[in-house]
Nanobody, 119 residues
Framework: QVQLVESGGGLVQAGGSLRLSCTVSGRTFSDCFMGWFRQAPGKEREFVASVRWGAYMPTYGNSVKGRFTISRDSAKSTVDLQMNSLKAEDTAVYYC????????????WGQGTQVTVSS
């Protein structure tokens, strides 16, 4: 079983920055996709960013392109999300997720971390 634990959420003013981290433990794969998603109250879960563990191939949702950067550190088993130029509409619970290469569905999820951006 794969365990994912997010950290780094909090309250920040609009225009500020925040860095989220996802620590991966338990069963690991030589290669997989790691993703960040978010869900605001009353809204559908939204894709934020993803990266392939074995090769740096980041993908971003349209609403965060140019502002967010996803990275992974194999030595630390972490996947980070650097969030800059934050907006009030970025307020949400952010989730880390993982899926194997052959799957289209993210099977493993963290518990989420709250990000609140004050305007």
């Amino acid at each position: 079983q794969v365990q994912l634990v997010e950290s780094g959420g909090g309250l920040v003013q609009a225009g500020g920055s925040l860095r989220l981290s996802c620590t991966v433990s338990g069963r690991t794969f030589s290669d997989c996709f790691m993703g960040w998603f978010r869900q605001a109250p009353g809204k559908e879960r939204e894709f934020v960013a993803s990266v392939r563990w074995g090769a740096y191939m980041p993908t971003y949702g349209n609403s965060v392109k140019g502002r967010f950067t996803i990275s992974r550190d194999s030595a630390k088993s972490t996947v980070d999300l650097q969030m800059n130029s934050l907006k009030a509409e970025d307020t949400a619970v952010y989730y880390c997720a993982a899926r194997i290469l052959s799957s289209q569905k993210y099977e493993y999820w963290g518990q989420g971390t709250q990000v609140t951006v004050s305007s």
